[in-house]
């Protein structure tokens, strides 16, 4: 049993040159250091209006220092739930806006990190106990749009699934072909404005769909058969295009009624090796939500982000309102409501994916969670820029300390072997 003896915040800088929050815990037996750990906050940009408030990064500091680390003084470290259960008492608001989603966020990670350390364990393997654990299977992002590219195509991700590979290190090999010909194909044609947010190309399409075309494309110039080897996931992220009760996309100068932008979905999940399709409706327009869950909920993953914002009582409210849920720990605030709503969405059947956030850092945890947790997806973004890869990395080198192939890797169970 190792105890708190002292929390540290300070103002550090994401990936877009963004001050967010870092704390530091550092945990002891008697009143000797022992073990310290470390986490970063992340920040979105296409964030869901439920989600957890973020507040201003100097001020989130003061708390962490102040009444936080006063809190947590003494705390048992690896009483989690007890520690994240003070962190909501203490800031005592629905969404987390007294003491900010980012000071929260930050030290309960930082406080999972330093029981991990206290017990001579990486994070994935304390909170995996003695169960059996695999790699999740990535999705990846090859193309970057919506508020991620300022509109450059109104999808937000473009992303691969390597569904056909039989480890995550393979995976990555072949999400390094595909990305490498993805922006070969839109260089060679002039359609290359540089790199999104998360790290996929920037294209200039002229159309949405478009960026289907090319990503079977990529798949093919990469030498994969679509829809066997590689499939896409989509982010659609519609909160960000619903203006007046219409989907507007502006690439294509129209706007879309949801019957109409419900019809164009079904038909792209006819046309191309789609298999999981991500806020494809607003998060408050439920009505289209459940309709297109109904219509393709069995072919494809209709996954809830801004829809679910991590909450477990929004899923366990779902009615039949998509199949899969984004966990994204800083979307609720701490990891113990995080937990909740991976363990309910395992009781009500939903599928469940770990997420990074737009503006991130080199901090790892979210592959720790992913793997400690059995969640079997994670969404990072794409294929490079350091915060990302940081995750990619951390990846394999858990995979080479599991023993490497011989893991099972739940991609061909998940996505089975699709016909292209
Ligand atoms: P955000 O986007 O981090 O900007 O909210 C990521 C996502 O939509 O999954
Ligand atoms: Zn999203």
Known sequence: ?????????????????????????????????????????????????????????????????????????????EDQAAIDRKLIELDGTRDKSRLGANAIVAVSLACAHAAAAAAKKPLWRYLAGNKPVALPVPQIQIYGGGAHARGSVDLQDYMLVCIGAGSFSEALEWTAEVYRAAGARLAKR???????????????????????????????????????????????????????????????????????????????????????????????????????????????????????????QKLRAAGGACNTVLLKPNQVGTLSETLACWNASRELGYRAIVSARSGETEDVSIVHLAVGWGVPQLKVGSFSRSERMAKWNEGLRIEEALGGKQLIYPARRLFGRRKS
């Not at 800088?13 to 470390?38: K, N, Q």
């Not at 500091?61 to 009444?67: L, Q």
């Not at 769909?209 to 058969?225: C, K, P, R």
């Not at 439920?286 to 869950?293: E, G, I, R, S």
Request: aromatic share 6%.
């Open 1 to 77: 049993m190792a105890k708190i003896l002292n929390v540290r915040g300070r103002r550090v800088w994401d990936s877009r040159g963004r001050a967010t929050v870092e704390a530091e815990v550092i945990v002891g037996r008697g009143a000797t250091p022992l073990a310290s750990g470390r986490a970063i906050a992340p920040a979105g940009a296409s964030t869901g209006s439920g989600e957890a408030k973020n507040i201003d990064v100097r001020k989130a500091v003061e708390h962490v220092n102040g009444v936080m680390r006063k809190a947590l003084l003494t705390a048992r470290v």
């Open 190 to 312: 002039n359609r290359l404005a540089g790199v999104a947010d998360e790290g996929g190309w920037w294209p200039a399409f002229k159309s949405n769909e478009e960026g289907l075309a090319e990503l079977v494309g990529a798949i093919s110039d990469a030498g994969f058969e679509p829809g066997r080897d590689c499939a896409i996931a989509l982010d659609v992220a519609a909160t960000q295009l619903l203006r007046g009760g219409r989907y507007h996309l502006s690439l294509e100068n129209r706007s879309l009624s949801a019957e109409q932008m419900q019809a164009m979905l079904l038909r792209w999940l006819e046309a191309y090796p789609i298999v999981s399709i991500e806020d494809p409706f607003a998060e408050n327009d439920v009505a289209a939500m459940k309709a297109f869950t109904k219509a393709a909920g069995d072919k494809v993953q209709i996954v809830g982000d801004d829809y679910f914002v991590t909450s477990e």
